[in-house]
């Protein structure tokens, strides 16, 4: 008969403190004696070391309990109801909180043993310095400690708290995201070579992009991305663009390539382009002075940019919301990098060691998606005929 | 002469070869501005066919006006590709014209809910919206060419060497028709 869920993995842990208060004591023990040979060194390091072992074995035996022993029980109880939950994502979730418990018992145990390994290796760098002509004392024995329960947990939960949360996004953003419309989430495949071939960002040596929108929205194909371009400067990660990117594709009959890009200065614009792309002059002299155009084809350029394009487009990057936009057009298909400057990472799944099910991750998730699709509304409202889109009702913003 | 006189000879003739230069670019540029306009309005010419075709199944008794577009099409579509700015400015009054007919066409249409709804008409309107669209944005294109070749030609010493740079009378602006041209404010479209 098989014992309580976990119970060996308790055991294991309670060892393990009890392995640890022992070195501990010992440790103390002996730096006593060694500081003070008399009998006032043998008693201070047998009580000294006696109390600091009693405090570590307490805290051991607790954290036994709590980390490895309780999460075992509430992953099997979890576990039958999973299979009672009716509603999809409560399905999902549901199987996340046993995929979640599971994840935290593993990191717990991996805990039990890479800790205690952790601090045998501070120990151990504490008891070299008292070789040295300047001994560690007690307070760096503390320190030493703390810094090596910390090493030794992130140690521990790193692989299996990254594995978790890739898991809760694969499982549940689709879900959240299809409450929007005909949408869904997939990893994110950013858009690196339009954005460098055509100019729009070029002194980028690194990318962070992990979640991708995508489908069919207001009647439109649409893909927006949340990415960060970084480039290495003199061993310091320099932020080049920091928020979204939105690829619409509008129901317009344009060709060729037009890009919309910040103006330089006169210095700054002659690097820019001029070879590949013919600048074109536009009749705005605020978006003028504020942006650079260049495009292939200068009457499809203009079918794009009109008057009333340009000002919902100035509108857009005084707004408060975003930095100033760049955009790329390719025949029908526009791309705008939105610059969401000091803005939080979006989509963040809660850490495993709340329940997958947290209200407020999931309200703070299905905000993020809202808030991604008003983006995407201020995009697509730049141009008229996108705007007029035969057949687009308002998208249901409920889960 | 010194050689001081020579320098300032060499760069006055450097200087108005670079004008020179500049003109024929902008001369250049119209011409192509120009033949962008032909195109759209080659567009515009190729749709209306198919647009009176469906208005006459439901606009019997608007004969008279179906066949004042039928005119204003000919009679731009003779026009198209002239480069000498007197046919220039009549093919653009000519499109004017045309413009306006099928605005008072389309306006009639509102007036008969199975004409408007009559899926062909309705994809005729579309494209013809986009053509619209196409149209203006060709005339911005070829009026920003004519004013950068104006400011060349006008300013001095443009006029000495706009004669060399084969621009003889200028082109004209492509103006939009009156009635388009009411005061417009496009945060009201926000």
């Not at chain 1, 858009?191 to 207001?218: K, Q, S, V």
């Not at chain 1, 002659?270 to 009749?283: A, F, I």
């Not at chain 2, 004519?146 to 006029?159: E, H, S, Y």
């Amino acid at each position: 008969m098989s014992g309580p869920p976990g119970r060996s993995a308790a055991a294991g842990a309670l060892v393990a403190a009890f392995g640890l208060a022992f070195v501990v004591w010992m440790a103390v023990l002996w730096s006593s004696v060694r500081q003070d040979p008399g009998i006032g060194g043998w008693l201070g390091g047998l009580f000294g070391g006696g109390f600091a072992a009693l405090v570590v074995a307490g805290t051991g035996a607790w954290a036994a309990m709590y980390f490895v022993a309780r999460p075992a029980r509430r992953a099997a109880e979890q576990e039958l109801a999973v299979y009672a939950a009716d509603d999809d994502l409560g399905r999902i979730l549901g199987e996340l909180e046993v995929v979640r418990l599971r994840t935290e018992r593993q990191i717990n145990a991996s805990a039990a043993w890479r800790i205690p390994l952790c601090v045998l290796g501070a120990a151990a760098l504490w008891v070299a310095s008292q070789f040295t002509d300047d001994p560690a004392d007690g307070t760096d024995l503390l320190i030493f400690g703390g810094m090596a329960v910390i090493g030794g947990y992130v140690w521990a939960s790193m692989a299996l708290g990254d594995a978790y949360r890739k898991t809760f996004k694969e499982r549940v953003l689709p879900k959240l995201v299809a409450g929007f419309g005909a949408l869904s989430w997939r990893p994110a495949q950013p858009p690196l070579d339009e954005l460098r071939d055509h100019g729009l960002f070029t002194n980028f040596d690194d990318h962070e992009a992990e979640d991708e929108i995508y489908g069919e929205y207001r009647g439109l194909p649409l893909s927006i991305v949340e990415l960060k371009l970084t480039r290495q400067e003199s061993k310091k990660s320099v932020t080049v663009f920091n928020g979204l990117t939105a690829a619409v594709t509008l129901p317009r009959g344009l060709s060729g390539t037009t890009i919309v890009v910040p103006d330089r200065g006169f210095f700054g614009n002659m690097t820019r382009l001029r070879g590949r792309y013919q600048p074109v002059r536009l009749e705005d002299p605020v978006f003028e002075k504020a942006y650079e155009v260049y495009g292939s084809d200068q009457i499809s350029a203009r079918a794009l940019l009109t008057p009333a394009f340009m000002e919902r487009f100035m509108a857009l990057a005084t707004c408060g919301r975003f930095g100033a936009p760049v955009a790329l057009i390719q025949d029908n298909r526009l791309l705008m990098a939105l610059e969401t400057p000091g803005a939080r990472n979006l989509f963040e799944p809660p850490s495993y060691r709340k329940p997958a099910a947290s209200r407020e991750a999931l309200t703070q998730m299905h905000e993020d998606i809202a808030a991604v699709l008003k983006a995407a509304d201020a995009i697509i409202d730049l141009d008229q005929a996108a705007r007029l889109q035969p057949g687009f009702t308002a998208p249901g913003r409920t889960t | 002469m010194s050689a001081w006189v020579w320098v300032v000879v060499a760069v006055a003739v450097a200087g108005l070869y670079v004008w020179y230069a500049a003109i024929v670019k902008r001369r250049n540029r119209v011409a192509e501005a120009l033949s962008g306009i032909d195109v759209q309005l080659s567009q515009r010419h190729e749709l209306i066919p198919n647009v009176l075709a469906i208005a006459k199944r439901y606009l019997a008794h608007e004969e008279s006006l179906l066949a004042d577009i039928a005119r204003l099409r000919t009679t731009g579509q003779a026009r198209l590709g002239s480069t000498d700015p007197k046919a220039i400015a009549e093919k653009f009054e000519a499109e004017n014209q045309l413009t306006a007919g099928l605005g008072r066409l389309f306006a009639v249409a509102e007036g008969y809910p199975d004409l408007k709804s009559d899926d062909l008409m309705v994809r005729a309107q579309a494209t013809y919206q986009e053509v619209e669209t196409n149209v203006a944005a060709a005339r911005r294109f070829y009026n920003s060419s004519v004013t950068d070749l104006r400011n060349a030609c006008q300013i001095f010493p443009g006029q000495l060497v706009a004669g060399l740079a084969g621009v003889g009378p200028m082109p004209p602006f492509f103006e939009a028709p009156v009635e388009h041209r009411g005061p417009v404010n496009a945060a009201d479209h926000l």
